[in-house]
């Protein structure tokens, strides 16, 4: 409706104004270190035992108050009923083996595992290209264009929804990739291309971040020797930025699984194919639905999370500390 197209338009608005505001402060303050070479040890100070005591115990009550919506989809999840009660009356695995063993509801769990992987390769196509521009081209686009990339994150997921929705239904009428055409309509490139879109920040980011650090006389010695552009690009900064541009990508999949907006505005147009967040959605409003199911399908998404996040600290190690994402 016009309504939701004006509000859409009055919150992108907001967005991109507030955004630009803050990028502009930012931009006026320059942070710059000087070393000596080697590898940077910063000097940790321990605070005493009383001092530990105190910052525990402020801490620890903040940490617990904060992940008790997490704990309470985990005892929801294996719960066989909880509603009027302070805890659940009995728990059970029977929703955990019903989201595992169930055809119908593996289904939407690889739904989203199948679009967050085409759009991770996406984004890292986005990623690599739109930071090396940005980085090793100065001229009075490059800060539009790293503005453009980095633009999503601070835009509502709705207003990206709505975007899509509208586009797709006008460009593409009475086709596959018309929202409105609910028969007959497959989400799966529009909500390819709107997870790529909405999780690009991250990968870029964190890929700029890589080519900060590598310094453009290594690729100016390889193309000096003979090699082109795409054979140093290939060969020589890929390899060395390759731990940036995994852990930039197995950020993008981990929230590109759990978007919720995009998912349940665009995906449950057709349930047959619908991601995991919409399903969700679904199952808790409708009249047969299950509160556990859905519960369960969200501990799957923190496990997930969890998981993806563990193994880039792992993988990627202090290196990532100088990026700021863990």
Known sequence: SPEIAALSILMLTLAVLAFLGIRKYVSLRQYAM????????????????????????????????????????????????????????????????????????????????????????????LSVTSSYATSRFKGILTPVLESLVIIPIAVPGIVVAMGYFYFFSQVFPNTPLDPTNIFNFNPAFVLILAYSIRRLPFSARSVYAGLQQVHVSLEEASMNLGASRWKTITSILLPLISLNVFGGAMLSFVYSMSETSVGITLGSLNMQYAPITAFMKDIMISAAGSAQLAAALGVLLITVQILSIVIVNIITKQRYAFIGLT
């Open 34 to 125: 000087l070393s000596k070479g080697g590898r940077w040890k910063p000097r940790v100070s321990r605070p005493k035992p009383w001092q530990a005591a105190i910052i525990y115990m402020i801490l620890l009550p903040l940490l617990l108050f904060t992940i008790f919506p997490q704990i309470g989809v985990i005892l929801l999840a294996f719960s066989k009923q909880w509603s009027v009660t302070v805890m659940p009356q009995g728990f059970t695995t029977e929703y955990v083996k019903q989201m595992l063993l169930n055809p119908d509801v593996r289904r939407y769990i690889i739904n989203s595992l199948m679009y967050s992987g085409a759009a991770v390769i996406l984004i890292i196509l």
